[in-house]
């Protein structure tokens, strides 16, 4: 086994300082090693979207970052997007819109439709299907997703201006 | 636009809380990463536990030596099946269409002598973290014998193929019960099925046109997204804890006692929620495992199956092969329907062919039928239930051939449906009689829809359509509502909540007690916590343990009637309870609302609290439909679909946003099944694309809007008059994107996946047929 490393990163806003095994994932790290089990694992090798994160404003999937590549890195996960006295608009929509239902893509899902709309705050249906592609949902037939991304994308322009 | 329209004989009965569409009660959690699914389970102590698992289809295992995995640092247990009871015994064990008896089972979680599945377990290991453990199969040294591999159907049920159990006999049934008799004739074949009514020669000779055809569908996977996981914790005390996500917990706690040949009572399953299951998530593959490890290393131990054990190792829905025949007269009336179906079981018996033969031509009216059905052996993983098992395969070949012979026919579709639909009092294939039911209903909604009115023009543009039947089967569910101080109630039960249901069986408890949705508090407990509960399987849930939920709740206003009685000093007969307000009938002045009663209860002779079991033998009958337009690209033979609409009589939406949901997300999955899915395997017969890369579902971008139409005829069972939504809508989607691309391209696909390959040689081979014609 190799020695751990010692890494720090802001997380969520917060400067956070650990331990990891050279060998594991930043998922991995998340989960396991500082307890934070919001993001989800669907397959750890990519292809889910389940364990979408978002690193210095770019949305990626922590299962295919080591632990040790978050050093100095900006991390944002789905702990860090509610406010505490409300909800994210993007997560309010996905409610209102029925947009899960078992909710194990939910995370993910928002997490890279925020990355959306921090980069393109009005897209088309079909622009957040591309961007979607990679997070798999199973259980919604993604009608009810593409529709709240839209509501929320009104709702969140509407409140800019 | 999602439309919820067409509602036909709409009950006059108006609800407050039924057929609204309220927030979910666990929704804020989902959104927000706080759940706790199986796998975000943790405990001080944790171990994590692996499974070595067959490279080999089929071979005969001579040795296992685990001595190097057992020195590896940090390596705390490591087990096989030795260290499992021998002749494991219990009852057959709950799992919905999906029964299995406990030597199989035990079996099918770690192999003896043999091993019948590439992924089939040998053994596995508990360590202080995944990565020792990973390290630790690799030392592990198994000798195995190869043996010859059986990976098709057909070859499987032939006389002369080797036999993969050499105990298995054939069991011949006519019985939709499944009751018959043993033929004694060793085979592949475990079960033989067959239903028959009339007489086919006589129904044959009346058609002026028949159209036959064979069809095979390759094995498929659920998809659920969040892997298999179980803890397992064997305390000192002898008492076995299992924490995991599963559709069926009593299920899980009766097998994993039953493999560990300890008493039910001394294991306790803690449901976590659950990221999909569709069927898939019923047997305890994990469980018995997990905890045989933490009986050995004296510690709680977890384990995650990886994505291509998932694939590998858990149960798929059967590959088949179908021939179906049907013969109708010139003004288009059916007189005879002949379908032979034969279902891959994977390594043990117990593919959903009874759920196959009973839907078949449930929509149709057929005086002379024959269903056969032959339940087959071979060398894959053993199959699980995946929604409407053994359904969307037989649909696909009944309504291929409908569509075929209407068009023969030259006439519309739809209306050939609509001539020879079934309706009350007809028989179903199984020879059961049809209860009330929406099918003409759904029919008529479809043909009147803005879709199908609409032409659809343009070259290689087809419309396909198609209509699904299912019968759900029913199961008994447990409910404990406790009344609180402030007027709101705690509602309890043991259904694993899978896509919204506690909301929607909370919602039925609303309706009977005056209260609002988020009055209820719906949680789901352990198995010690509430009395026994079917599986979260069969589209049962919101039917059954509703119906649970509302005994209860009836049993809850009729306490709280006692109680104002008591105070008002009438008799309970003299107190009326309407919207939620109790008034005396002798002074109406006296009057309580619930919330006003329930802050008097503990002042008045205690809290009120109540429980019950309900449920059904039978949740009925549903149907669905869909009409899809599709493009098909004749340079590659690839299809994009235009446009979609999904139909569905639900009898009563209770939330008719999940309703929607279950609606799309069927149909969804049944794109998948039709345009891309399938185990591709490899020249030895293994699993080749065990990934979501290479095991292909439809993502964001393949798939167009699902339109929903929801019809509502009320169901007799059920005092709100609901139908078991869950599984019919994946049904109809293979045929109908068939139908879709032979009338964009004239060819008939008869094969699933229909991907781009083989739509493009089928395409190829038609206009070479039609060329030599000419
Ligand atoms: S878990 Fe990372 S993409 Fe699936
Ligand atoms: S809601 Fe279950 S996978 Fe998306």
């Known amino acids: 086994m190799a020695d751990k490393v010692r890494v720090q990163s802001t997380i969520n806003e917060e400067t956070v300082d650990f331990l990891c095994e050279p060998r594991q994932s930043l998922l991995e790290t998340l989960r396991d090693v500082l307890g934070m089990t919001g993001t989800k694992e669907g397959c750890n090798d990519g292809n889910c979207g389940a364990c979408t994160v978002i690193i210095d404003g770019r949305m990626v999937t922590s299962c295919l970052v080591l632990g040790v590549e978050a050093s100095g890195k900006k991390i944002e996960t789905i702990e860090g997007v509610s406010q505490p006295d409300h909800l994210h608009p993007i997560q309010q929509a996905f409610l209102e819109g029925a947009a899960l239902q078992c909710g194990i893509c939910t995370p993910g899902f928002i997490m890279a439709s925020k990355a959306l709309l921090q980069v393109e705050p009005k897209p088309s249906e079909e622009r957040i299907r591309l961007w979607l592609a990679g997070n798999l949902c199973r259980c919604t037939g993604y009608d009810k997703i593409v529709r709240s991304v839209q509501s929320a994308a009104t709702k969140m322009s509407g409140e800019r201006r | 636009m999602t439309t919820t329209s067409g509602r036909t004989n709409t009950p006059a009965t108006q609800y407050k809380v039924v057929g609204t569409r309220p927030i979910r009660h666990d929704g804020a959690d989902k959104v ?386 609509i001539k020879n639909a079934t309706d009350e009092g007809d028989l179903m294939p199984s020879g059961m009689v049809f209860p009330p039911m929406g099918l003409k209903q759904l029919e008529e909604a479809m043909k009147n829809h803005d879709h199908y009115k609409t032409p659809l023009t343009g070259p290689n543009r087809g419309r396909g359509i198609a209509v699904g039947y299912r019968f759900n089967g029913g199961g008994v569910s447990s409910a404990t509502i406790n009344v609180n101080d402030d007027g709101t109630v705690a509602l309890v039960t043991g259904s694993v909540d899978i896509g919204g249901t506690r909301t929607s069986v909370a919602m039925q408890a609303a309706e009977v007690l005056g209260l609002r949705a988020e009055d209820v508090t719906p949680t789901v407990v352990d198995t010690d916590s509430i009395g026994w509960t079917g599986t979260t399987a069969g589209s049962r849930v919101t039917f059954d343990t509703g119906l649970a939920a509302i005994t209860t709740a009836e049993e809850v206003k009729r306490l709280m009637i006692a109680r104002a009685a008591k105070i008002w000093e009438v008799p309970p007969a003299e107190v009326a309870f309407k919207d939620g307000v109790f008034t005396s009938l002798k002074n109406p002045n006296d009057k309580l609302t619930f919330k006003q009663l329930a802050a008097r209860l503990r002042a008045t002779g205690g809290p009120v609290t109540a429980s019950a079991i309900n449920g059904s033998t039978g949740v009925g009958p549903i149907f669905a439909g869909n ?71 439809p993502t964001a971008l393949d798939l167009p809007l699902i339109d929903t139409v929801l019809i509502e005829v009320p169901n007799p069972r059920h005092p709100f008059g609901l139908r078991g939504v869950g599984e019919v809508p994946i049904v109809p989607p293979p045929a109908a994107l068939a139908n879709a691309i032979a009338r964009a391209t004239g060819a008939r696909l008869t094969k699933l996946p229909m991907k781009p390959g083989t739509i493009w040689e089928a395409v190829e081979a038609h206009k070479a047929a039609t060329k030599t014609k000419k």
Request: charged share 20%.
């Open chain 2, 32 to 417: 927000t990463g706080r759940a706790r699914y199986g796998l975000d389970f943790n405990v001080v102590g944790l171990l994590h536990g692996k499974i070595l698992r067959s490279p080999h289809v089929h071979a005969r295992i001579k040795s296992i030596d685990t001595s190097a995995a057992e020195k590896l640092p940090g390596v705390k247990a490591v087990v096989t099946a030795r260290d499992f009871p021998a002749n494991p015994k219990g009852q057959p064990i709950d799992f919905a269409e999906a029964g299995a008896d406990v030597r199989v089972l035990a079996e099918n979680i770690m192999a003896g002598r043999v091993v019948l599945y590439q992924g089939h377990a040998v053994a596995a290991v508990a360590a202080t973290n995944e990565h020792i453990a990973e390290e630790a199969l690799g030392l592990i040294k198994v000798e195995y014998e190869v043996l010859p591999a059986l990976l098709d159907v057909r070859e499987s049920m032939k006389p002369d193929a080797p036999l993969i159990h050499e105990k298995l006999t054939t069991f011949f049934t006519k019985d939709r019960q499944g009751r018959g008799e043993n033929t004694g004739v060793k085979s592949n074949i475990a079960t033989h099925l067959q239903f028959k009514r009339g007489d086919l020669a006589t129904g044959f000779k009346e058609a002026h046109v028949v159209v036959e055809r064979e069809f095979t569908t390759s094995m498929v996977h659920q998809g659920y997204i969040e892997p298999y996981v179980s803890t397992g914790q064997w305390g000192k005390d002898g008492r076995i804890t299992v924490w995991t996500s599963t559709q069926n917990p009593f299920g899980i706690r009766a097998s994993t006692a039953a493999i560990l040949g300890v008493p039910e009572s001394t294991v306790k399953v803690v449901s976590m929620e659950i990221g999909g299951g569709f069927g898939g998530k019923q047997p305890a593959y994990l469980d018995p495992v997990a905890a045989m490890l933490s009986k050995k290393s004296g510690r709680p131990v977890k384990i995650v199956m990886t994505r291509k054990e998932v694939f590998d190792s858990t149960g798929p829905a059967s590959g088949s092969y179908l021939r179906c025949k049907i013969g109708a007269t010139k003004d288009g009336r059916i007189t005879a329907a002949e379908l032979y179906l034969a279902y891959e079981a994977g390594a043990f018996p117990g593919s959903p062919i009874a759920g196959g033969a009973m839907s078949s031509f449930g929509p149709y009216k057929v005086e002379n039928m024959m269903v056969e059905g032959y339940d087959v052996v071979v060398n894959k993983p053993k199959v699980q239930a995946y929604r409407a098992p053994g359904q969307p395969q037989t649909n696909f070949a009944v309504e291929s051939v409908v569509d075929e012979l209407a068009q023969k026919l030259g006439i519309d579709p739809l209306e050939f449906r």
């Open chain 2, 627 to 697: 009409i899809i337009d599709v493009e098909v690209d004749p340079e590659t033979g690839k299809v994009q679909i235009l446009r979609c609409t999904a139909f569905m009589d639900a009898g009563k939406a209770v939330h008719p946003s999940y309703v929607e949901g279950q609606l799309q997300g069927g149909t969804a999955q049944g794109i998948g099944w039709a345009l891309n899915e399938e185990y591709f395997l490899t020249k030895e017969g293994g699993m080749a694309n065990s990934t979501f890369l290479d095991y292909r579902m």
